[in-house]
């Protein structure tokens, strides 16, 4: 994941009429209880998460948790420990597999199915709407969601987080001004060819040092949508936006492969049915995040706004797709639907 928390402070429209199943009042285990009245659901579950509450993801987790109530008519029900009260993302996707945490969403999973790198490719998809189709499609789910199966971890509905664009210590207003920069990379496979063929080094960096190293000029530059950036104020040290629509950057709304076969197909398809609707959701408030993000920046005397052509980058950095596709061959079938999807 490019770092573990997103979304801005005022979530609060975002959470109005959300009821969030927080943890606090004792631990939630995986159970069924015939007995069980609708104050006491039949089956209880883990949503372990690393965004805090007052964040898009922990918004989204509220709403997902709330929908599975409702549409399950109160047989199952999901509490949601924020702000990696369970631990980071390695734990929680441990936990996943292991079967004692049944939901989480992150995207930190290329250690188990490598080719979902390709999704960070540069300009393969051409809009927010594309995207969330191509990704979300069966076609797609067959070809790479289902291959998580198998490492105790199953794909629900892809949770968009948006495009990214660069935030960087000096004016980028043209790929050939990347020449000579170090660029934090999150995605090596994919990004380090995709910055090689602007002339610039892919430097690796841990999000929890990407502002040291901004303000140390151990990088020159980072690519994440605004909505992850603002939060942490990496346009501080990176005062620089260059609005360029990049990568399209995703948290999937997963569940635990065990958990999710110990349900039956009427069960399934209620959960099913909150994570179709938890996407709209998402989506809907991705849209306003970025839109405030954006006038967040604006609004700030000490950042800078560029807005480069966005053709010249793509084409720049569409070098790089020989060298990614010989890496994933998949990109390939990948571009193919995002072509058919664009028609």
């Known amino acids: 994941m490019r770092y573990q928390t997103h979304g801005l402070g005022a979530v609060a429209a975002a959470l109005a009429g959300v009821s969030l199943l927080l943890a606090g009042c004792g631990a939630s285990t995986t159970t069924s209880n015939k007995s069980a009245t609708k104050k006491q659901p039949l089956i209880t579950a883990k949503f372990g998460s690393t965004s805090p509450v007052d964040s898009l993801g922990g918004a989204s987790a509220a709403y997902f948790a709330q929908q599975v109530l409702k549409d399950s008519g109160g047989r199952i029900k999901i509490t949601v420990y924020p702000d990696s009260e369970l631990g980071g993302t390695p734990v929680i996707n441990q936990g996943l597999q292991a079967g004692t945490i049944q939901f989480t969403s992150n995207d930190i999973l290329d250690q188990y199915v490598p080719s979902i790198d390709v999704f960070n490719t540069a300009y393969l ?148 049915k909150a994570a179709a609707a938890s996407l709209k959701f998402e989506v809907a408030q991705l849209n306003q995040y970025n839109a405030q993000s954006l006038q967040t920046l604006e609004q700030d005397p000490s950042v800078h706004i560029l807005h480069p052509s966005i053709a010249a980058f793509k084409s720049a950095f569409s070098a790089a797709y020989p060298t990614i596709q010989a890496t994933f061959p998949v990109l390939l079938k990948i571009r193919q639907l995002v072509k058919a999807a664009s028609k």
Do not use: C
Request: net charge negative; glycine share 4%.
């Open 125 to 272: 998809f051409p809009s927010e709407a594309i995207a969330d189709s191509v990704l979300n499609s069966t076609a797609v789910r067959k070809l790479i969601w289902n291959q998580l199966d198998s490492h105790g971890i199953h794909m629900l509905e892809v949770w968009p987080s948006g495009f990214t664009d660069i935030f960087s210590t000096q004016p980028i207003g043209s790929p050939q001004a990347l020449k000579g920069l170090k660029i934090r990379t999150f995605v090596p496979n994919v990004e380090t060819p995709e910055y090689q063929a602007v002339g610039a080094d892919a430097t690796d960096v841990v999000y929890d040092q990407v502002f040291t190293a901004l303000s140390s000029h151990l990088i020159q530059a980072v690519t994440d949508p605004p909505d992850l950036v603002t939060p942490l104020k990496w346009q501080q040290a990176a005062p620089y936006v260059s609005i360029v629509n990049m990568a399209y950057v995703t948290t999937p709304l997963l569940v635990s492969e065990s958990f999710w076969k110990s349900l039956d197909s009427v069960q399934q398809a209620e959960i099913s």
